[in-house]
């Protein structure tokens, strides 16, 4: 095959004027076909007898399939980027053995830091997680120490919801996710996710505001079925305080305990009438 080569430079007179020291350069060929290849070239200068550079050695070799698999890695990490923007999920990971970690983008977003990666400003990964650790509010602090201990010294994952303020101080709702990296049977590290929650933890207080301040009797129920499937109870799972003042019953009383454990003599249309729309 034919190769027509386009190198950095072309005067080789000022390539050995300028050479005290090897280097490297990226270069570009092309094939017949017009598909591209690409080398990693390395110049170094040769002396003569006088100590002036008399010549110059090259040598290349074809990076053509490592650069398009970094091109591949920029392309996924870039995917993962905007899923995890979308989704305010956040990726970390914590290296026990060299005591070093790692962020995701959006972990950066959700602590507010994302002014990091713009200027390209790094932190050494124990100040990223002391910072991170006094976003929780003092009296959670411990129970994130503690999981993390756990996770690390015992290999139990975690999974906690807890209020968050940022280091502007937005205030939030984060679950935080964590489990044990394993080598054999050591655990070597820790990864885990950062989830932004505050819209969901939103929805659930608008839920139980309206659920509790409703005038209308409201009460969440579980169907119970015997052994052919068919509903035979029901169980109480929530009532609002207007189910309670209409019927006498207290929520205390009756969460978790099945409709014929309160009112055995109950008519059972009301249990079947419950499980057709269940």
């Not at 090897?22 to 570009?28: E, G, K, L, M, T």
Request: aromatic share 10%.
């Amino acid at each position: 095959e034919m190769y027509q080569y386009r190198f950095l430079y072309y005067n080789l007179d000022d390539i050995l004027q300028r050479s005290n020291r090897a280097s490297f350069h990226p270069v570009v060929t092309y094939r017949a076909n017009a598909a591209h290849r690409f080398f990693a070239v390395a110049r170094q200068p040769v002396q003569g007898e006088d100590g002036r550079v008399s010549h110059l050695a090259v040598f290349a070799q074809e990076v053509t399939e490592q650069l398009k698999a970094e091109e591949r890695l920029l392309r996924s990490q870039a995917l993962l980027n905007a899923t995890q923007e979308l989704a305010h999920v956040g990726g970390w990971e914590w290296n026990a053995v060299s005591k070093t970690g790692a962020w995701t983008e959006e972990t950066y977003r959700i602590h507010d830091l994302h002014d990091l990666l713009a200027s390209n400003h790094t932190l050494e990964a124990k100040v990223l997680f002391e910072k991170s650790l006094a976003c929780y509010d003092p009296a959670d602090r411990p129970v994130i120490m503690e999981a993390f201990r756990r996770c690390l010294e015992l290999g139990t994952s975690y999974d906690l919801e807890l209020p968050f303020t940022t280091v502007k101080g937005r205030r939030l709702w984060i679950r935080t996710l964590g489990k044990a990296v394993w080598r054999g049977d050591q655990i070597v590290g820790a990864q885990g996710n950062l989830v932004n929650v505050t819209d969901k933890k939103q929805a659930e207080l608008n839920y139980r505001t309206l659920f509790n301040e409703m005038l209308d009797g409201f009460a969440l129920h579980e169907i119970v079925v015997d052994e052919s499937g068919t509903p035979s109870n029901y169980r109480f799972l929530a009532v609002n305080p207007a189910f309670e003042r209409m019927t006498g019953l207290s929520a205390a009383d009756i969460i978790g305990r099945t409709v014929l454990d309160i009112m055995p003599n109950i008519e059972h249309r009301w249990i079947d009438t419950y499980g057709r729309v269940a």
